[in-house]
């Protein structure tokens, strides 16, 4: 049943009475469905096959799986100041309502946006890979060449049905896809460790951090048998580490629909970013072992090798059912990936649209539904919008892989570590500049771990701007790809912009910017 919420007044610390809106509908979720939802976004499989190989290829080689390390101490370090902000304030708007409070309502609207954008395009991104698998899928399988927009239209479809009722049903269906592709990657895992490793010996060198900041260089055996000389930049490895996290922060957005979210949440919050951390460098590691390293490197130069990877080992131990098996797991891991970032993106939307930023959002957007307590027209916006994005890269010729996948993951990618970066440094502002409750306040939790974590994300981003034409690929040359930081730019100070305007010409709506909050969660 729809219930509603109060903003607060300015500075009131607990709820006024400028407006009444829509809420969520609460308890519908606990701690195993905000947890498949965290994980879902950042696609076990998709991300080990799809970038695993790129960063073994053309960044760190072999010691990939340290990149992966380094990694998940950084995100953990942000996870640890963000779990902490998320025991004081609930609301679906995370990094929103968290910016809002730590560095000011301007800056924290512009973050906003820029977090709306990220997730509207990458539900888009992820329809445009799910339709490449399903292309490559149905050739190989049936002999069938598909058009990918039709797998495109088919999951446009399906995610607006299945987000518009109770999100349990989401997370069901998000909890099928999520532990049948962790199972797979796990017996590959599994096969390499239990029959002796692999024929170049067990690389542990892979496992130590500080190689992940080796870049590739040297000669090793192709394919052929002819030796290839290689190399890398130990940048691109780490920054397609840090790409295959992206989405896990999404579990504080689902704080309003939880059961006892000042608890679930920050667990949801730090297991979701050390647990896929820990799978992560096993797997990459265990499969780079079981594949050989230097025939790993060699396998990595030709996109068309690159996944036998993970191929190789799975086909020796398991037989090809198994090689077959991973390539559907492809195709429903990137579904359910993209499913997880449509209910991100309606999230989103809707907590923009509840605090009327413009006049007639909190009837619209902002509204839930009477009976589910879904964000029905929200969760219809972002359909509408990610349905304009796919026909634009369809309608202009683009491909579906390096163009509807690779260029709105780049855009994607550039937004939210902006955001990801500001919300690190909000924690310091919230609990150090503005001293808000000390009791929680504390030299590594609040301060020293969200500081190394924000400037963890900084370095992503410099690695991101440094490296975005490799990541783009042959989309490098495209006008679109040009137009990202434009994109990114014009968004952010959008979001900036119309905030100074409230401030001055509507101070009530300015006041609400960010503080519409779960009551029973509300600063005390």
């Not at 030796?227 to 397609?240: K, N, W, Y």
């Not at 090798?305 to 090689?323: K, L, Q, R």
């Not at 027209?377 to 990610?386: E, N, P, S, Y």
């Not at 609040?446 to 989309?475: D, E, H, Q, R």
Request: charged fraction near 10%; glycine fraction near 12%; aromatic fraction near 12%.
């Amino acid at each position: 049943m729809s219930e509603t919420i109060d903003t607060p007044s300015a500075g009131s610390g607990s709820p006024g009475s400028s407006a009444s809106v829509q809420r969520l509908k609460p308890n519908a979720v606990g701690l195993v469905g905000v947890l498949f939802m965290a994980v879902a976004t950042a696609a076990p499989i998709t991300a080990m096959v799809g970038n695993v190989p790129i960063a073994v290829g053309f960044g760190n080689g072999a010691y990939a799986p340290a990149g992966y390390f380094v990694a998940t101490i950084v995100l953990t370090l942000f996870a640890i100041g963000y779990a902490a902000m998320s025991r004081h304030i609930t609301a679906t708007g995370a990094f929103y309502g968290y910016i809002s409070h730590g560095l000011g309502r301007i800056v924290g609207l512009g973050a906003g946006f820029l977090t709306a954008l990220a997730y509207m395009v990458f539900e888009a991104s992820l329809i445009g890979i799910f339709s490449f698998f399903g292309n490559d899928l149905f050739k190989s399988f049936f002999g069938v060449d598909v058009p990918w927009i039709v797998f495109a239209v088919v999951m446009l479809a399906v995610n607006t049905v299945l987000t518009y009722f109770d999100i349990n049903l989401a997370a069901k269906v998000l909890g099928v896809f999520l532990i049948t592709e962790i199972i797979m990657l796990a017996l590959m895992a599994g096969s390499v460790l239990f029959t002796g490793g692999g024929p170049q010996g067990w690389s542990w060198g892979s496992l130590n951090p500080l190689n992940g900041f080796t870049s590739l260089s040297g000669e090793v055996a192709g394919t052929d048998g002819s030796m290839i000389t290689v190399a890398g930049s130990a940048g691109v490895g780490l920054f397609f580490a840090f790409w295959s996290w992206v989405g896990f922060e999404s579990s504080a957005m689902y704080g309003e629909e939880s059961r006892n979210p000042k608890k679930i949440i920050p667990i949801a919050v730090v297991s979701s970013v050390v647990g896929i951390g820990v799978f992560y460098v096993l797997v990459s590691w265990l499969a780079i072992v079981g594949t050989g390293p230097e025939n790993a490197v060699a396998l990595a130069q030709d996109a068309s090798t690159a996944g036998d990877i993970f191929f190789t080992p799975v086909h020796e131990h398991f037989g090809m059912w198994a090689v077959d098996m991973f390539k559907i797991l492809l195709m429903t891991g990137s579904f359910a990936c993209g499913m997880a970032f449509h209910n991100c993106a309606a999230r989103y939307l809707y907590a923009l649209g509840r605090e009327n930023v413009v006049p007639g959002m909190r009837r619209t957007i902002g509204a839930t539904h009477p009976v589910h307590g879904s964000p029905h027209i929200a969760g219809f916006v972002q359909t509408g919008f990610a349905t304009v994005v796919v026909l634009f890269f369809d309608l202009t010729g683009r491909d579906p892989y390096t163009g509807l996948y690779g260029l709105m993951a780049l855009l994607g990618t550039t937004a939210i570590m902006i955001v990801q970066a500001l919300a690190a440094f909000s924690v310091i502002s919230y609990f150090h500049v503005h001293k808000n409750h000390p009791e929680t306040a504390h030299w590594f939790k609040t301060f020293l771990a969200p500081l190394l974590g924000g400037l963890g994300m900084a370095y992503v981003i410099y690695l991101l701007t440094k490296n975005a034409s490799f990541a783009a690929g042959a989309a490098a040359g495209d006008w679109v790809f040009s137009a990202i930081p434009f994109v990114v730019g014009a968004v952010g100070v959008a979001g900036i912009v119309l905030a100074i305007y409230l401030k001055y010409k509507d101070p009530q709506r300015y006041s609400d910017l960010g503080r519409t909050v779960l009551e029973e969660a509300h600063e005390r």
